[in-house]
C-alpha cells in the first residue's frame, strides 16, 4: 500500500479553482498558488435544499464554468479543488454535517471528476482552513507542528507539519475531564452558559489548549473562527509554552485551501 504524498510545494505564478461547499452557500475563487491570495472576485451560490451530490454537483459546476470563464482563469483542465463539511478518506465522504445523509460512502472526488470534466481533489473544511492557515497565513514559515483550531459551532482542528497536512484530524472530541471537548470549550458553549471571557478563557480554554499542547508539544497555535476577530477578549488569558497567533486568512481559507490540496500529487492506490 503506498502512502499519499501530501508534502505542498506550490508552483509559481500556478493558479487554481477552489470551491468552500457549506451548509448554507457554496463559495469558489481562483486562486494564486505562489501568493495565497484570490485572483478578482469570489462567486457564490445558495447550497440547495437538499444537498443531495447530484444538487451540490450541479451547483459546482456553475460555480466552476463561471470562474472558468474569466480572463484570470487557469487553463481549462487544471485540478479544481473542493471543501465539504464531512470527513474525507481518498476522496471519499465518511461523515456528513450540515448537508444531506446521502453523502456518506459517496466517492466525493470520482463524482465531481465526473461532472467537471477535470480532476477533482475534495477535502475537510477544517482541514482546508488549517492547511492555507499553515502555508500562507499565520503559520507561514514556521517549522515543525503547527496546530490550527477553530472554535465556533464545535471544535475544528487541523494538523500542519512542515507543510504536511495530516488530515482529518478530531480533536475537538477529544474527551477531557469526562466531557466532549466541545461541547465545554467551544464559543457555543461560552455563549450557552453566558460565560464570562475570561471564565471562559481561564477554565474551558485553557483545560483544552493544555491538553492539546501535552499531546503534541506544537511549534504554534492558530486559532481561527469567528469569535478569533474578538481575539483580545479571550487568548491573553491563556497560559501556554506555545506561541498563539491568531487566523489572518478569514472566509477565504477554504478557497484558498482546497485550491492548494488540488495542486499536490494524490495516489491513493494500493
Do not use: C
Request: glycine share 12%; hydrophobic share 45%; charged share 20%.
Amino acid at each position: 500500500m503506498t502512502t499519499p504524498d501530501t508534502t505542498v510545494v506550490p508552483v509559481p505564478s500556478r493558479r487554481v479553482i477552489g470551491i468552500d461547499f457549506g451548509g448554507t452557500g457554496t463559495k469558489g475563487g481562483i486562486v494564486d498558488l505562489d501568493t495565497g491570495e484570490l485572483v478578482g472576485e469570489r462567486f457564490r451560490i445558495a447550497t440547495p435544499r437538499p444537498a443531495t451530490p447530484e444538487a451540490v454537483a450541479e451547483v459546482v459546476a456553475q460555480i466552476v464554468a463561471e470562474l472558468q470563464s474569466r480572463p484570470e482563469a487557469p487553463g481549462p483542465d487544471s485540478p479544481v479543488g473542493i471543501v465539504f463539511p464531512a470527513i474525507i478518506k481518498d476522496g471519499v465522504a465518511l461523515s456528513a454535517a450540515n448537508i444531506d445523509k446521502s453523502w456518506i460512502g459517496t466517492d466525493v472526488d470520482a463524482l465531481m471528476t465526473e461532472r467537471l470534466g477535470r480532476p477533482v481533489e475534495a477535502l475537510n473544511d477544517a482541514d482546508a482552513a488549517g492547511l492555507a492557515e499553515a502555508v500562507y497565513g499565520a503559520g507561514r514559515g514556521v517549522k515543525g507542528l503547527v496546530i490550527v483550531i477553530t472554535l465556533g459551532t464545535g471544535i475544528g482542528s487541523a494538523l500542519v507539519m512542515d507543510g504536511k497536512l495530516v488530515p482529518n484530524a478530531e480533536l475537538g472530541h477529544l474527551e477531557i475531564d469526562g466531557h466532549d471537548a466541545e461541547t465545554r470549550a467551544s464559543a457555543a458553549a461560552r455563549e450557552r452558559e453566558d460565560l464570562p471571557w475570561k471564565k471562559w478563557a481561564t477554565t474551558r480554554l485553557q483545560r483544552y489548549f493544555s491538553h492539546v499542547e501535552f499531546l503534541f508539544t506544537p511549534s504554534l497555535f492558530i486559532v481561527g473562527g469567528g469569535v478569533s476577530k474578538k481575539a483580545e477578549k479571550f487568548l491573553p488569558h491563556l497560559s501556554l509554552r506555545t506561541p498563539v497567533e491568531v487566523a489572518r486568512l478569514r472566509n477565504n481559507a477554504g478557497i484558498v485551501g482546497s485550491a492548494l490540496w488540488a495542486s499536490v500529487p494524490h495516489d491513493a492506490a494500493g
